[in-house]
């Protein structure tokens, strides 16, 4: 057969080696289906698409500024610092206080109380020992009163 469709118009066309390289792989004597013609069909436009956009449109440069320093004044600002600290005396008092089973180090309590009085709170070191962060009422009134 030459090239071009047969007479019957059917589901099959013959082709011969006079292709594109993207047949070169396919044997030159076997009939494409419709659906092996639409592939290649598909492929040369999607071919002809992408050198018509490198052409259009020069490969993206994109340049990614590292500095970390440039950022670190946020951590200064009265308002993360108040978080900071909030966050370190719950952590301190309501999680680490009530798993010991000893008194806590004279080093946490301290840094607690410190935590305690830039928060705004009233509390001494009754407050935090461990019989009295065990009763739950006397705990929930700390709670109620950081936030």
Do not use: C, W
């Not at 994109?62 to 500095?67: C, K, P, S, V």
């Not at 370190?88 to 004279?106: A, I, M, N, S």
């Amino acid at each position: 057969m030459n090239v071009g469709a047969s007479k019957d118009f059917g589901n099959k066309i013959s082709k011969t080696g006079s292709q594109d390289n993207l047949l070169e792989g396919m044997d030159m004597q076997r009939e494409l289906t419709f659906d092996e013609i639409k592939n290649m069909m598909d492929q040369r436009i999607a071919a002809r698409v992408l050198e018509t956009h490198k052409k259009q449109y020069a490969p993206a440069k994109i340049n990614i500024d590292m500095n970390m320093t440039s950022y670190y004044h946020h951590f200064a600002h009265p308002i993360n610092i108040m978080i900071r600290d909030y966050n370190d005396l719950v952590k301190l008092v309501f999680k680490e206080f009530q798993k010991q089973k000893t008194l806590p180090k004279v080093n946490d309590v301290a840094y607690a109380l410190k935590l305690a009085r830039r928060l705004g709170l009233n509390l001494n070191k009754n407050h935090l020992s461990i019989s009295f962060l065990k009763v739950r009422e006397q705990s929930n009134a700390i709670k109620e009163k950081l936030l």
